[in-house]
């Protein structure tokens, strides 16, 4: 029969899934790679059309892009000479989605529902 972890290994795991979490969320914190992931929730897309979605200059998005995929974000793929970004799950769809939506609700002052 299997005991299950130790109260000290569960605290062990929780710590780095907190600390796994935080470290998505500060990638997240940032206004052009926030944009980038709420248009990828919407579709695979290319740099042009993130560049365009974001309104940032192209190096920048080119950069925000490297960091995302680095971080295990984002995917990508050849499409002939394009390189194809998409998000990695669609949890990360859903957490910028809330994200966007208790931003709206602290600009209208309504309050939030579930």
């Keep these: 029969m299997n005991a299950g972890p130790t109260g000290h290994d569960r605290a062990t795991g929780n710590d780095e899934r907190l600390e796994t979490a935080a470290a998505v969320l500060a990638l997240l914190a ?15 897309a290319d740099v042009t059309t993130l560049t365009e979605a974001c309104g940032a200059a192209r190096p920048s998005v ?7 995929r680095l971080a295990g974000l984002v995917t990508t793929r050849k499409d002939g000479r394009r390189v194809v970004y998409a998000l990695r799950h669609g949890h990360l769809r859903r957490l910028v989605n809330e994200a966007l939506n208790v931003a709206d609700h602290q600009i209208s002052g309504l309050p939030p529902h579930d």
């Design 30 to 44: 940032d206004r052009t790679r926030l944009a980038l992931m709420q248009r990828l929730g919407e579709g695979e």
């Design 62 to 68: 080119s950069q925000h892009l490297g960091k995302l």
